[in-house]
């Protein structure tokens, strides 16, 4: 069965960086374009990046533009969200999604930014 997997997520200060892994199973990867969402505390989830099949398209939302890169290793199953310049407003919990119909997500993994 389909499953995402994210990790990477913790605590850290403004200014600082994270890397998210979305390790992926029971598709292939490569076949799909995945993206990475973010929930904050009382809004709906989002979309922060997106990434299709070759990984030579992304796509970012525009707060997190030049901060963020997403990439992906079809070969190794994986999609990262690398995060710099984290600002407290990023504080959020992050997921996985695969894109097509159904959409799957993961579980999410918890970002906290604050000194």
Known sequence: QVQLVESGGGLVQPGGSLKLSCKTSGFALKDYAMSWYRQRPGTERELVAFIAQTGYMTNYAGSVKGRFTVSRSN???LVWLEMN????????TY????SGNPRYWGQGTQVTVSS
């Open 95 to 98: 997921y996985c999604s695969r």
């Open 75 to 77: 070969y190794e199953n």
């Open 85 to 92: 310049n984290l600002k407290p407003e990023d504080t959020a």
